[in-house]
Each structure stands twice: as structure tokens, then as C-alpha cells.
């Protein structure tokens, strides 16, 4: 059942018994008005005309054809009712109030259901059968419609409906807007990333790099402003400033520290140029100096500082600041930018920087720390043993050349990647061939990659969880064959590994490390880790993601022959 559906059986009576209530209060009003109990007959002409609405208020046709109804009979049953009405008779027609407030009915449903047209249609409609019913009505020898009380009445109920519709109207529209400018987390990410990807392979050089932006603000600078030297400062933290570029011929050591007294300081706690006739930085040999700090406010944010210093007294009266600081507006919208996709590039590449550092630490590190002890070792003993010594270098020139072997594999890794075109598989099976290679294995292997492709996050993460795999392999199983299979049917695949080594209980704690890598990855995009011994020897990683289509087939089929 729907949400819509679930709701109708709590709002129908609701909706009936406003109704009823409003009817009672018509025909009392009406009673009292005319006094005459044969004029109740409108109001149960109103309960017949609005009974369908009542019934099938979402039906396309008989909901509006039902409230049309109610309109047409509120006009003619007001303008009869004034003419019966001993109310006002000295002005005449202010009977019809007794039975124009049930308008608020029909007003009210379509200001429910966000139909505002609808209503102004009926709001319209019942104001033309008043004039007509009014037109074609005698009382006292003249036509109601020249009725002073009649026209009031007329008038008051209607600009009250319609000003009761046009407020309902305005409320439901700021409600909107406001659900709309709710914040959505996920929703907003996505589209301030897509714009930011946009934009991105649209700047010079597809890139947004915060130096880059900064030099080329400087450079423009200088056209407009005397510049012997300059510099773009952007915050680090802990209240201290970085310089991204600058511009002159010797490097400036440039005042840095927010909490110092500079003119630096000053602009950025104001957001306003500040000038100085004294240099901002350092160490300055002296002589006359103006200096030029203006900040680069984006919003309400300072996200950096140009610093311009000329070598010359009042070098920066109002015209220049007015030019410098024209071109420094849109520019600190794109330094914003650039920070902030460098800090979500930060964000990104930080975990895999954290994998390789203890990578390097635990593997290539410790490598050459063992390289280091020989070399020590054989040169305590060059004078004593020529050939011992010649025969330590030897090893140690062989185990400088696998520690080397071993950097261009880590190498070959960080820059293997899913190629749009080549797939999934294909990486895998360069990377298997080229590592297997290396390692002296024997590469066996099994790709089945349908046409479709897998996300490319999904992607990325399974060619690294195979690139871990087979390192593990070739480093610590001790094998001399290594399988790869590889099966990719979107949104199911599955990566398996597996070693004719000495299985992975007798493996180095490094190993186990990688595995716990692997796991985490596999945990990140729904995927699990599956590892087991492989007979007679060696041992088997395999990776798997959603659910086999053919593995569900093939047990629809099975099942299907059971039964």
C-alpha cells in the first residue's frame, strides 16, 4: 500500500466532518435569516452536490466536476436565501450570509490539495453565478443585483475566500522553498563535485592548483600596481601564514605570524587593504618602502593575503589599491577554490599515503637497514679477509639489486590503474604478468569480463586488493605458480588469487598486514574477503562483490527441475 493510500482513510473523515459541521451552521444561519424551514432545501442540495467530492476526492474528473457543483449551488442558494431573508431590510440582500461562509468549504479543499488554480476557478465561478442570479431575481419592483447589502455581502465572502486562497498559496510556496534549501547532505556533494569536476577540465590545464593560481594573480598585479616584490599568503593553522608564491628577484622572509603587530595582521582581522610605509618582512635592508596588504576575502571568508612592496614613498595612493583590488575579488573565489579542492584531495589520498608509508617502513626501510649492517660488517673486515669481503659485497650487491627490483614494482603499482577501455581484467592480468615475471612465477590466468563495467571506485579497489594478493604471493608463499581468476558480471564479480606456496600460516606478520588491508578495501565497497588453504599446498585469496546472476540461474533451474 502506498503512503497516498495509507493517509485517505484518515482525511475523508476529517474532510466529512467539516463538511457536516459547516452545513449545520449554514442551515442555522439560514433558519434564522429567512425563518422559513422550506429553504433548507439548499443545504441538502449542497450535501448532494459536494457528497461525490467527499467520496472520490483524487478521482480526475468527479472531484472538481463535484466542488464546480458546490460553487454553482452556493451562488444560486445565496442569492434565493437573500431574497426570503427578513434580514436588512431596509438595504436588502444581506442574506446571503447566511449560506456564502459555506464557500470556504471548496476554497479550503483546494488550498489542501496545492490545486490554487482550481480554486481561483471556482472563486470565479461562484462570483459570475451571483451576478446572474442576481440579475435575473426581482425584489420590490427592481433587480437584486442593484442591491447595496447583496453586492457588500457578494463582495465580502468572495475577497475573504480569495484572499484566504492566496495566502494559502504563499505558505505552501515558502514551505517549498525552505524543504528545498534544506541541506542534503549527499545530494549536495554530489552536485558541488560534479560542478567542481567541470570546472576543473575547464581552467588551463585542467588543474586547480593553489600555487599556479596565486602566480598568475601576481603576474596580473603587476600590471596595474609598481611591484619590486610581492607575495600571495594563504593560512595553515595555528595562526600562522604560508607563502604560496611570490614574485621579485631575491626570495623575501615575509611576516607570517597573525599575532604580531603588522600591517599583515591588521588585514586580515579586517578584511581590508591596509597600507605601510615599512616593509612586511623580516629582514629589510631599509630605504624608502610602501607596502600593500589586501585580503582575499571570499563571502565572508579570508582564505588568503596579496602582499605588493615597492621601493619607492606612497607608491599606493587610492587609484591603485581601487585596480589591485578589483582583479583580487574574483580571484579570491578561485583561490577558495583550489583550497578547498586541495583539501578534499588531502582527504582522499591520505589514507593510501598512511598504506604506503608503513609499507615503505615495514618493507623497502627496513631493506636497506639490513644493506647498511653489511656494508658496516664488511668493512670491518676489508684489511683482514680480502675474499670474505668480496664475497659480502657480492651479496650485498644482490640485495641491493632486488631492493631496486622491489621499487620499481611499488612503482609499477601506484601507477597501475583501470584503463576506461582496457577493464577490469585486463589490469589485473598486466599486473599479474609483470609481477609474476619479476618473481620468477609461473602466471596462470582465467578472465571472464562481460561488456558491462563495474563503478569505477568499485574498480580501483578490487585492482588493489588483486595488486595485494599477488604481492603477497610472490613475497612471502615462497610459490612457483600463481593463479589468477577473474570474473566480472556488474553488479557481481569476484577476484581469486592463489599460490602453491607454504599456505599462509607460516607467512611473515607483514603478510598478515596486507590482509588486513585487503579486508578493509573489501569492507569498503560491500565486498568480502574469503582466504583459504589450497591443496595440496599454498593458499587462496579471493574477493567477491554482490551475487552471481548465473550462480542465481543456475539454482532458479535447479530448483525449478526438483519441483
Not at 419592483?141 to 498559496?169: E, F, H, K, M, T
Not at 653489511?374 to 641491493?400: F, S
Not at 612457483?480 to 557481481?492: A, F, G, Q, R
Request: one cysteine or more; glycine letters at 10%; proline letters at 5%.
Amino acid at each position: 500500500m502506498s503512503a497516498s493510500t495509507a493517509v485517505r482513510p484518515q482525511t475523508r473523515p476529517v474532510a466529512a466532518a467539516a463538511r457536516a459541521v459547516m452545513l449545520a451552521l449554514v442551515g442555522a444561519l439560514t433558519l434564522i435569516a429567512t425563518g422559513d424551514p422550506a429553504q433548507l432545501w439548499w443545504i441538502a442540495l449542497l450535501a448532494v452536490a459536494g457528497a461525490p467530492a467527499l467520496l472520490a476526492p483524487d478521482h480526475r474528473l468527479i472531484g472538481p466536476l463535484s466542488r464546480l457543483a458546490e460553487a454553482v449551488v452556493i451562488g444560486l442558494a445565496a442569492s434565493q436565501v437573500a431574497v426570503s431573508s427578513t434580514l436588512g431590510s431596509s438595504v436588502g440582500g444581506l442574506g446571503a450570509s447566511a449560506v456564502l461562509p459555506y464557500l470556504a468549504v471548496p476554497v479550503t479543499v483546494t488550498a489542501l490539495r496545492r490545486q490554487f488554480r482550481e480554486g481561483a476557478v471556482l472563486l470565479g465561478v461562484t462570483a459570475a453565478t451571483l451576478v446572474v442570479a442576481g440579475g435575473f431575481t426581482e425584489v420590490d419592483g427592481g433587480r437584486q443585483l442593484g442591491q447595496p447589502g447583496y453586492l457588500a455581502v457578494c463582495a465580502q465572502w468572495l475577497i475573504l475566500a480569495g484572499l484566504g486562497l492566496y495566502a494559502a498559496g504563499t505558505l505552501h510556496q515558502v514551505m517549498r522553498v525552505r524543504a528545498e534549501g534544506k541541506p542534503q547532505p549527499y545530494a549536495e556533494a554530489t552536485r558541488l563535485l560534479t560542478q567542481l569536476r567541470t570546472v576543473a577540465r575547464q581552467l588551463p590545464g585542467a588543474t586547480l592548483d593553489p600555487g599556479g593560481i596565486s602566480e598568475h594573480l601576481l603576474e596580473e598585479l603587476r600590471t596595474v600596481a609598481p611591484v619590486n616584490r610581492g607575495a600571495v599568503l594563504s593560512a595553515s593553522g595555528g595562526g600562522r601564514l604560508v607563502v604560496l608564491a611570490q614574485i621579485g628577484v631575491d626570495r623575501v622572509d615575509w611576516e607570517t605570524t597573525l599575532d604580531s603587530d603588522s600591517a599583515i595582521a591588521d588585514a586580515w582581522a579586517s578584511q581590508q587593504p591596509q597600507t605601510a610605509a615599512r616593509s612586511q618582512a623580516r629582514s629589510h635592508t631599509g630605504g624608502d618602502v610602501s607596502s600593500l596588504i589586501v585580503p582575499l576575502v571570499a563571502g565572508v571568508r579570508t582564505v588568503g593575503l596579496v602582499v605588493l612592496e615597492a621601493d619607492a614613498a606612497h607608491a599606493y595612493p587610492p587609484p591603485v589599491v581601487s585596480r589591485v583590488t578589483a582583479l583580487t575579488g574574483p580571484a579570491a573565489l578561485r583561490l577558495e577554490a583550489a583550497l578547498l579542492f586541495d583539501d578534499v584531495r588531502s582527504l582522499a589520498t591520505n589514507e593510501e599515503r598512511q598504506r604506503l608509508a608503513r609499507e615503505i617502513h615495514d618493507g623497502v626501510a627496513q631493506e636497506l637497514v639490513m644493506v647498511g649492517y653489511g656494508i658496516d660488517n664488511a668493512l670491518a673486515y676489508v684489511d683482514e679477509d680480502p675474499k670474505e669481503t668480496a664475497e659480502a659485497l657480492r651479496t650485498l650487491r644482490g640485495e641491493v639489486t632486488r631492493v631496486i627490483t622491489e621499487l620499481r614494482l611499488s612503482l609499477f603499482e601506484l601507477r597501475s590503474e583501470v584503463d576506461r577501455h582496457g577493464g577490469l581484467a585486463a589490469a589485473i592480468a598486466e599486473y599479474a604478468r609483470t609481477v609474476g615475471s619479476a618473481g620468477g612465477l609461473r602466471v596462470h590466468l582465467s578472465l571472464d569480463e562481460s561488456t558491462a563495467r563495474l563503478p569505477a571506485a568499485t574498480e580501483a579497489e578490487l585492482l588493489r586488493i588483486a595488486q595485494e594478493a599477488v604481492t603477497n604471493a610472490r613475497k612471502h608463499a615462497g610459490a612457483s605458480n600463481l593463479w589468477v581468476t577473474c570474473e566480472v558480471d556488474p553488479p557481481y564479480a569476484q577476484i581469486e588469487v592463489s599460490d602453491d606456496g607454504h599456505g599462509i600460516g607460516d607467512q611473515r606478520t607483514d603478510g598478515h598486514y596486507g590482509l588486513a588491508i585487503m579486508a578493509e578495501r573489501a569492507e569498503r565497497i560491500r565486498g568480502r574477503l574469503e582466504i583459504s588453504p589450497r591443496q595440496p599446498s599454498g593458499t587462496t585469496v579471493a574477493v567477491v562483490v554482490g551475487s552471481s546472476p548465473r550462480r542465481d540461474n543456475v539454482r532458479g533451474s535447479a530448483a525449478a527441475e526438483v519441483e
